[in-house]
């Protein structure tokens, strides 16, 4: 806990003071109206949430600045240079594009010629975060972590007021545009393209059912852990020679304790799963776009419920909830054969509706980086 508390106030050190200085040493330079940054501190290539918002801005010709460093996978030097090395990029540049927390883009007072667009990694809306949660920001954090956003959208008009009051945006801020990187769910090629690279990796599957696991971590991210990883383990043996198990648990948990049976990435899998099992996770909002059948696996539901808390009913998701283990075959089989279709179409309207395959086009037009 001490270590902790000491690595936030170094945090707090940074953000506050030694980030602005580098800023403010370089804000008078003159914009560059070419530049824009694609920026990330939890992986150390781009994100899949910002890659199609960099193509279309490529095409039209602007310079494409990646600063993405995993900080938790790195030492402090290394982190320390990534920083001062975007706060330099950071003052000059026409646009700044993140897709998670990104401390040092709320560390000064930007220049109102940067528009900071933050394309959030998750969609819909279901457990609370960031300042609508203890376990995210610590009370005695000080600063916004999500100071100097001029643009934030979302997946539906609903989500807005939770996006608001979260992340303690001003009105006008956050717009139900959808998410960029849902696009890719309503192209044919990308659907087909996902099928044929998992069938190539993994041919023992072709002509199986595919279950996909791809749960949330509890904890911190620092010490995060999976409920009722070694049933589902056993799931495809319940299950039989049809079906095969994936299982994809969140990055943080990966790379503490590898777990995942499967390379490709979550989001490759889903046009590949024929029943998603996930719990918490946002991953339920990209899947519903598919329209596909889920199940809810939440043994510690009540407690989740009330340490965490979530937006929305959790009976409202169109899936069964299943609480105790062995009842997970039933329910696979169950939501399979029988999935709610017009369930899945008001959830995926209510929560998704903004995700109609031309939200990358619709947002950098709001923005006047295209025509």
């Known amino acids: 806990m001490i270590k902790y508390v000491c690595k936030q106030f170094i945090k707090m050190f940074t953000q506050q003071i030694l980030l602005p200085v580098v800023y403010n040493r370089y804000r008078h330079t003159q914009i560059n109206t070419n530049k824009i940054i694609f920026a990330d501190a939890h992986h150390d290539s781009l994100p899949y949430s910002m890659e199609d918002v960099k193509n279309r801005l490529e095409q039209e010709g602007y310079e494409i600045c990646l600063m993405c460093t995993d900080y938790q996978g790195h030492g402090a030097l290394h982190v320390m240079r990534a920083m001062l090395s975007f706060m330099k990029h950071y003052a000059t540049a026409k646009g700044v594009f993140i897709c998670d927390n990104f401390l040092p883009v709320a560390s000064c007072n930007k220049r109102p010629e940067t528009k900071v667009v933050q394309l959030w990694h998750a969609g819909g809306i279901l457990k609370k975060y960031a300042y609508d949660t203890n376990d995210d920001i610590p009370a005695y954090y000080k ?143 990209d899947y519903v776009l598919l329209e596909k059948p889920m199940v809810l696996y939440a043994p510690d539901l009540e407690e989740y419920v009330k340490e965490r808390g979530l937006y929305i009913s959790y009976d409202e998701i169109p899936g069964r909830i299943v609480k105790e283990v062995d009842n997970l075959k039933d329910a696979v089989l169950e939501e399979y054969q029988n999935p709610p279709a017009q369930k899945l179409k008001d959830f995926k309207d209510k929560y998704m509706g903004s995700c109609d395959g031309n939200a990358t086009e619709r947002l950098l037009k709001e923005l006047d980086f295209i025509k």
């Open 143 to 285: 600063g916004n972590v999500f100071k100097n956003y001029d643009y934030l959208p979302v997946s539906a008009p609903i989500c807005i007021p939770v996006y608001n009051r979260a992340m303690r945006q001003p009105e006008g801020v956050v717009h139900a545009t959808g998410l960029s990187r849902t696009d890719r769910f309503f192209k044919e090629s990308y659907l087909e393209g996902c099928k044929k690279e998992f069938y190539a990796a993994y041919p023992d599957a072709k002509g199986k059912k595919i279950v996909l696991f791809a749960p949330t971590f509890r904890g911190k991210a620092s010490n995060p852990y999976v409920i009722g990883l070694d049933k589902i383990k056993q799931l495809e043996q319940e299950l039989g020679d049809e079906w095969k198990v994936l299982i994809k648990v969140h990055p943080h948990m990966d790379a503490k304790t590898p777990t995942s049976n499967c390379t490709i990435p979550t989001e490759r899998l889903l046009p590949v799963a024929d029943v998603l099992i996930a719990d918490y996770s946002s991953v339920i909002f």
